[in-house]
């Protein structure tokens, strides 16, 4: 029941209207958080700005960051103000390869994309999820282009068991210790 409602917010947002309307909805929310964040936080640099998103969060926030920026002034009610440039993407149990592929994008065109974020200078894109998550997939297959980027690599923290994958996702993939010692 879970993938099914997933699986029909992304339906959705694939549609044009509704997606014209999520985004201008995003890009509000977005704006007004930051503009809010900055008024309480005058110290604040916002080049240190990450923005997460989970599952269709991720995919809505992969098109603002991906999408080439119009010449519009202002920008467009879609489209992120210019002064705001994260320095991280996370993507959280994202279906944004599944998504991409579905809709057959052609591959150079998603290159592209996925090479040409709009991230700070040294930014990163993560994209985190479980193995058994019915709606996440990977993303890195479709990097081929960007090969100059590091590897992926299994990470975890303290408390978190992992078992080694069948094929190691990194030369070295780094796992985490359980309190009692155990991997």
């Known amino acids: 029941e879970f993938a099914n409602h ?8 694939v549609t044009p209207r509704w997606r ?12 007004q958080t930051i503009a809010h964040f900055e008024a309480e936080n005058p110290r604040w640099d916002p080049a240190n700005l ?13 098109e603002l960051l991906t999408a080439p ?3 519009a002034e202002p920008p467009l009610p879609t489209e992120l103000p210019r002064h705001i440039v994260p320095m991280h993407f996370v993507a959280l149990g994202s279906p944004i390869a599944a998504l991409h ?26 994209n985190l999820f479980h193995p058994n998550d019915p709606v996440a997939y990977r993303i890195e297959p ?3 282009a960007c090969r100059h980027k590091p590897p992926p690599r299994a990470e975890g923290g303290p408390g ?3 078992k080694p994958p069948k094929r190691a996702l990194a030369p070295h993939p780094v796992f985490a210790r359980t309190s009692n010692g155990e991997d």
């Open 6 to 13: 997933a699986m029909l917010d992304i339906m959705l947002f």
């Open 20 to 31: 014209k309307l999520i985004l201008e909805s995003v890009v509000a929310r977005i704006t």
């Open 50 to 62: 990450t923005l997460a998103g989970h599952s269709l969060g991720s995919i809505i926030l992969f």
């Open 69 to 71: 920026p119009s010449q």
């Open 101 to 126: 592929q579905v809709q057959e994008e052609s591959s150079t065109r998603l290159n592209e994309r996925l090479c040409n974020f709009r991230l700070g200078a040294g930014g990163t894109f993560k």
């Open 142 to 144: 479709l990097l081929a």
């Open 160 to 162: 978190i068991k992992r």
